[in-house]
C-alpha cells in the first residue's frame, strides 16, 4: 500500500514558537487532511487540501499540499497551550483502494512547555 | 445524529472474552471506517464499508476481528477471544463519500483493555 513518512515524530517546543510539520510520500495523493487529536478523543479535522500548490489558512494555522503532490506541510504559529496533541496527516491518492484509498501518517506528537 | 458515537468509551475484559464495540455514524454518511490505536501509536486501518458494497476487510488484523454493519446505520466490530495486544483505542469514522473530496468525522473511540 501507500507510505506516508510524517516528520517529526516529537517536537517540543517553548510557548509562542512557530512549529512546521511535514509528511511526504512515494506516490502522488489528490488530496491531503491533516488531522488534530486531543487526549482522549477522536482526531478532527483541521485543514483539507485538494489542489496541487494550494495554501490554505485556519486561524494560526496553515497547510500547503506539495507542487509534486507527493508532500504537504502544516505550519502552527505562535504557539499556545491549547495546541498540545497528536497530528495527523492523512493522503488520498486513487479512491477505491484499501480505506478507499486513504493512508494516515504516524503522527507527531506536539509538546509545549510554557 | 450530530457526530459520530461510539459505545462503550472504555471496556476492561479478560484474555479470552469475546468483546463487541459499536459505532453509530453521522445520518446520511454512506461511508464507514474502523481503525486501531494502539498507545502513543497511528491509526491502523481495520475495515471500511461503504452503502451496500462488499466491505474492505483488508486490513482486519486476524479472523478473530469482524465487522458487521446494517444498510448505512449502525456498525460492530467484534473481536472473539480477546488478547492482551488487542488492548488499544477503537476509532470509527464516517464521511459522506464524496469521492477524492471525502473527509472523515471520527467518534471518541472505544479504550478496550485486555487482562
Known amino acids: 500500500g501507500q507510505q506516508l513518512n510524517q516528520s517529526p515524530q516529537s517536537m517540543f517546543i517553548q510557548e509562542g514558537e512557530d512549529v512546521s510539520m511535514n509528511c511526504t510520500s512515494s506516490?502522488?495523493?489528490?488530496?491531503w487532511l491533516w488531522y488534530k487529536q486531543d487526549p482522549g478523543e477522536g482526531p478532527v479535522l483541521l485543514i483539507a487540501?485538494?489542489?496541487?500548490?494550494e495554501l490554505t489558512s485556519n486561524g494560526r494555522l496553515t497547510a500547503q499540499f506539495g507542487i509534486t503532490r507527493k508532500d504537504s506541510f502544516l505550519n502552527i504559529s505562535a504557539s499556545i497551550p491549547s495546541d498540545v496533541g497528536i497530528y495527523f496527516c492523512?493522503?488520498?491518492?486513487?479512491?477505491?483502494?484499501?480505506?478507499?484509498?486513504?493512508?494516515f501518517g504516524k503522527g507527531t506528537h506536539l509538546i509545549i512547555q510554557p | 445524529g450530530a457526530g459520530v458515537s461510539q459505545s462503550p468509551s472504555n471496556k476492561v475484559t479478560e484474555k479470552g472474552k469475546d468483546v463487541e464495540l459499536r459505532c453509530d455514524p453521522i445520518?446520511?454518511?454512506?461511508?464507514l471506517y474502523w481503525y486501531r490505536q494502539r498507545l502513543g501509536q497511528g491509526l491502523e486501518f481495520l475495515i471500511y464499508?461503504?452503502?451496500?458494497?462488499?466491505?474492505?476487510k483488508s486490513g482486519l488484523p486476524s479472523d478473530r476481528f469482524s465487522a458487521e454493519r446494517t444498510g448505512e446505520s449502525v456498525s460492530t466490530l467484534t473481536i472473539q477471544r480477546t488478547q492482551q495486544e488487542d488492548s488499544a483505542v477503537y476509532l470509527c469514522?464516517?464521511?459522506?463519500?464524496?469521492?477524492?473530496?471525502?473527509?472523515?468525522?471520527f467518534g471518541a473511540g472505544s479504550r478496550l483493555t485486555v487482562l
Open positions: 464499508f461503504q452503502g451496500n458494497s462488499a466491505p474492505d
Open positions: 469514522a464516517s464521511s459522506p463519500h464524496m469521492g477524492e473530496a471525502d473527509v472523515l468525522t
Open positions: 506516490s502522488i495523493f489528490n488530496t
Open positions: 492523512a493522503g488520498r491518492g486513487r479512491t477505491g483502494g484499501g480505506a478507499d484509498g486513504l493512508t
Open positions: 445520518s446520511g454518511h454512506t461511508a
Open positions: 487540501l485538494y489542489k496541487a500548490g
